[in-house]
RNA sequence: GGGCGAUUAACUCAGCGGUAGAGUGCCACCUUCACACGGUGGAAGUCGCAGGUUCAAGUCCUGCAUCGCCCACCA
């Protein structure tokens, strides 16, 4: 006899709270979710796990996606895989900078020396008010960093053991820590070796108030008011030409201008020199496929350098250089008449030019704009008209246009001239390589989920209009490990800089000489000076599987590690993570660094936009825990398919309890059937159970098989409705009669029994990646013991293999027969008025004559679960195949008379 | 301006070439001995619009519309 489970042992109510504490607790102790380092890489499921940035808040897009990953992940390891679940914190970046900044009222120098003794508390109102910032080494505000942010891990650490995630907790790290900083500076002085990185002075895209470069994947339009303004241009040797410009402040930097080549208004011009109103400078007229005769005048000025086509001018047409905004952006003091900045009228120029200097874009626009219409400021000279009219044709007319921002910035982004390093990304036909080609190969080479987010990567790549800017004008990031040589006279060498070894890893070389320098000799002739710059915070995260794999530290375990097999992320980043991640694998190790990405959607709130914490539409997750159990939470994350962006809707979660409620009670039901013998799955004889069975098997192939692609959605779907509707609506309920042995059969008996619990082990299973807790505290009842499997976590996927020593039914729709006579009757009983626990003293089911044969086998327990005492079967040929059964009459027992009636056997 | 996705019952979503599905909500009935966080039954959709391919189209193709996202050299 099986040992009788007692479900009295258990509370009415599944207490989900208490559960989740208690599990997370001995799953940890046991170290239920530990990665074997043993193990080899064909053995193991790697996750590149997106660290999120701890200085923000905790929110239901968390739990979302990092819920569709601990589902994939955990019915990997049941598979039998060694999974490696880590977990990082990005810590490296403005986010966390501005939060160090203000919780201990500090400013970073890096220039300072580091102070080991150094304490500081967290500042309070009155101190942020009285004081000014106290200034301290990047060595300290790291340290500082990892205070502040250790509380912050703390909390995301405990909301994601809350929902589950069966992370080794073993395996964390910060983007800002020591290992971390390692493999960055490592990646660089890898990329240098290998040629991949270079440093020159050239205009890059640069952020006024951060003051600092930023890359092309920083970089966002938005729609701004602006204005065109007519200005009208002379021509040497006569005549005249209006170009249409946006930017007026930039005539000053005028260098040249162009019109397309086919284009008769300007054709003539070409070859000859324009002179530019107010600074009267002479500059080249070219012709240009790039210029768009549709767009303003057809004919436009070329600055240093208001726009990125200026920039390819400027090189192609090798255009003199003439910056005015300096990298505060403000303009920057110059004169005219020089070699650099010519003018055929130098002092009216400079008189100009000297109220300029000093102001801002806008202002200095506003200067400009006003000079433009004064006559005397338009061409003079004999060959010229005379300045007799104003240069500026018209009132400027207003317009909305994208104008470029740093994604985290407020005024418009300038290109300014600066010394920056930079990943090679565009083909390089001197150097014989195409670094864009190879990153468009990587990406075919993974296999995105869904697959239709490959586009947005490819579309991304393919549009590279820059190699990748690297450098930060920060003081808080990870240094770039880098010194210059200064000479005998004073002067740096940028072109030979002066690199770390490896094992010298991590570096400041504002902090640290390099090696066979004193640090007397810091900014000394003769002497060195550290870069002061830090890294791109995507230098570092495209590092993540190498972070995880000890890149460069331990062979051995990057063997193991690397590649991972998937990358779980959101798609707004795929230009930058995702991207950047590829790159530095391909470059690094002409490798991908995973197999497969795995793309979440948004959670968008009932007005469909994004759930945001600024639009005040945030749900707090752990509110919703309280209410709805991890379990409930996670059935609405595991709901969603991935790649689709799903409305949050309560009434999901609400399901999800429902769900978790269902399980506790069908799991004490099951368990608490009991039979003389064996129960084991041998003594599943029974036409019925077999035939359940089968649809059983049915069920463990379709969810494995999704699971295959990914689509842990539709597997939870398929597995919630076999069940709810399979196993409760009807298995439980047909055999419920011959389970207590009421039917006087004793294998019938064993037979439900070893059925009811097989199936309960096998749905436990498919259900414990989705809903973790409950399945463990069912496993715990008795399957634990049984199988010696302490956790159903750590049990095997069910698997065909498992269910084939059951034979197959004589009829595999025997069950669904005995269904759908079930639902005949109760829909009969229904309609009469009566419940269905009501005993039936009579019943006529007419079917078609096919159909009777193949009900036999189900007859006795529909009619034992449906209470019909006696009934007659008759064939009706009318009825088709399709008909099922046709109730034609019933006769329902008095209500009294129910309990004490003696049931058919 | 280009690309990608979405548009199916009141709501949230499945289905993606063979007679429209689920859950929620709604209506009716049922205090049925695992579960009222339950059960049984029911009503509810011209599958965004217009063409086309096919014996057959939410399902494939072409336009269009609406929403969302990503991208684009800002003159």
Not at 34 to 61: A, K
Not at 89 to 97: I, Q, R
Not at 646 to 663: I, P
Not at 784 to 796: I, K, L, Q, S
Request: aromatic residues 10%; negative net charge; hydrophobic residues 40%.
């Amino acid at each position: 006899m099986t040992k009788p489970f007692d479900p009295s042992s258990l509370p009415a109510h599944f207490d989900a709270a208490s559960a989740e504490r208690r599990w997370d607790a001995r799953w940890s102790e046991a170290g239920a979710y530990h990665w074997d380092d043993r193990r080899g890489r064909d053995e193991t499921f790697v996750v590149d796990t997106p660290p999120p940035t701890v200085s923000g808040s905790l929110h239901m897009g968390h739990v979302f996606s990092y819920t569709h990953t601990d589902v994939l992940t955990r019915q990997r390891r049941m598979r039998g895989q060694n999974v490696f679940y880590p977990m990082g914190w990005d810590d490296n970046g403005l986010p966390t900078e501005r939060r160090v900044q203000n919780f201990f009222h500090v400013k970073c120098d890096p220039t300072l020396p580091y102070e080991p003794e150094l304490a500081i508390e967290p500042a309070d109102e009155q101190r942020r008010k009285s004081e000014r910032p106290r200034v301290v080494s990047r060595k300290n505000f790291i340290e500082l960093c990892h205070r502040v942010t250790g509380e912050d891990e703390k909390a995301f650490e405990a909301l994601f053991r809350r929902i589950g995630l069966s992370v080794d907790w073993r395996q964390t790290y910060a983007t800002i820590d020591d290992r971390c900083r390692h493999i960055a500076q490592q990646s660089f002085l890898d990329l240098v070796e290998k040629g991949q990185l270079y440093n020159v002075e050239a205009p890059t895209m640069w952020d006024v108030d951060f003051q600092t470069a930023v890359a092309q994947a920083e970089v966002e339009d938005r729609e701004k008011p602006g204005a065109f303004h007519d200005i009208e241009f002379a021509v040497e040797g006569g005549g005249s030409f209006v170009i249409a410009t946006t930017r007026p402040e930039l005539l000053p930097a005028c260098v040249g201008v162009c019109a397309h080549p086919e284009d008769d208004r300007y054709k003539s011009y070409f070859g000859k020199r324009a002179v530019t109103p107010i600074f009267r400078a002479p500059v080249r007229i070219f012709a240009s496929e790039l210029a768009d005769p549709k767009k303003g005048t057809g004919i436009l000025m070329v600055c240093t350098f208001g726009d990125a086509t200026d920039v390819s001018w400027w090189r192609s047409e090798k255009l003199p250089l003439r910056a005015i905004i300096r990298r505060d952006g403000t303009l920057r003091p110059v004169t005219f008449g020089s070699d650099e900045f010519p003018s055929l009228d130098p002092r009216r120029a400079n008189e100009a030019y000297a109220e300029l200097v000093g102001k801002g874009v806008t202002q200095a626009r506003k200067l400009i704009v006003e000079r433009l219409h004064d006559p005397a400021s338009g061409a003079t000279g004999e060959e010229h008209r005379g300045g007799e009219r104003a240069p500026l044709m018209a009132d400027p007319k207003p317009i909305q246009h994208p104008v470029k921002h740093y994604e985290k910035g407020e005024r418009p982004l300038e290109l300014v001239t600066t010394r920056q390093w930079f990943v090679r990304l565009l083909p390089d036909a001197a150097r014989g390589e195409d670094n864009q080609a190879r990153l468009l190969e990587k990406g075919r080479e993974i296999r995105w989920w869904p697959e239709f987010m490959h586009t947005r990567y490819h579309n991304w790549t393919a549009g590279l209009n820059s190699d990748w800017c690297v450098s930060r004008q920060r003081y808080f990031g990870v240094p770039i490990p880098v010194w210059y040589p200064i000479d005998a006279h004073g002067v740096t060498d940028f072109d030979h800089p002066i690199y770390p070894t490896r094992e010298e890893l991590p570096v400041d070389p504002m902090s640290d000489a390099p090696r066979g320098f004193d640090e007397k000799m810091r900014g000394e002739p003769g002497g060195f000076v550290g870069d002061p710059d830090v890294f791109d915070t995507w230098f570092t995260s495209s590092l993540t599987p190498q972070i995880s794999s000890h890149w460069g530290l331990d062979p051995e375990r990057h063997a193991k590690l690397f590649p991972a097999d998937i990358r779980p992320q959101s798609h707004e980043i795929i230009r930058t993570w995702a991207f950047y991640t590829i790159a530095k694998a391909m470059l690094h190790e002409g490798r991908v660094p995973w197999r497969n990405v795995v793309i979440s959607g948004w959670i968008l709130d009932p007005d469909r936009k994004k759930m945001s914490k600024s639009v005040g539409n945030v749900v707090t997750p752990m509110k919703l825990l309280e209410e709805y159990s991890a379990d409930g939470v996670r059935y609405w994350a595991a709901s969603a398919r991935l790649g689709t962006d799903t409305a949050f809707d309560e009434k999901v979660l609400k399901v999800g309890k429902r769900l978790v409620t269902k399980l506790f009670n069908a799991g004490k039901y099951v368990l608490s059937q009991s039979a003389e013998g064996d129960v084991s799955p041998h003594a599943i004889t029974h036409e019925i159970d077999r035939a359940f069975v089968w649809e059983l098997r049915g069920l463990v192939e379709a969810t494995s098989a999704a699971f295959a692609e990914f689509e842990y959605a539709q597997a939870l779907m398929l597995t919630e409705q076999f069940f709810w509707s399979r196993l409760t609506d009807n298995y439980l309920e047909l055999v419920k009669v011959r389970a207590r042995g009421e039917a006087g059969d004793p294998d019938g008996r064993r037979s439900a029994v070893a059925a009811l619990r097989l199936a309960l082990d096998v749905l436990i299973r498919l259900f414990a990646p989705f809903v973790p807790f409950i399945t463990e505290e069912i496993w715990s009842w008795s399957f634990a013991e049984e199988r010696g499997t302490p956790f159903v976590h750590r049990a095997p996927w069910p698997s065909l293999a498992e269910l084939a020593p059951i034979p197959s039914p004589a009829s595999p729709d025997s069950f669904a027969l005995g269904c759908a006579l079930f639902a005949a009757l109760n829909k009969k009983k229904t309609e009469s008025g009566a419940s269905v626990g009501r005993v039936v003293t009579s019943a006529t089911i007419a079917a078609n004559e096919a159909l009777m044969p193949r009900i036999e086998p189900a007859l006795g327990d529909v009619l034992a679960a449906a209470k019909v005492k006696s009934h007659t079967l008759v064939a009706r040929e009318a009825l088709g195949l399709d008909a099922g059964f046709v109730i034609e009459t019933i006769e329902i027992a008095p209500k009294e008379a129910k309990a004490e009636e003696p049931l058919p056997s």
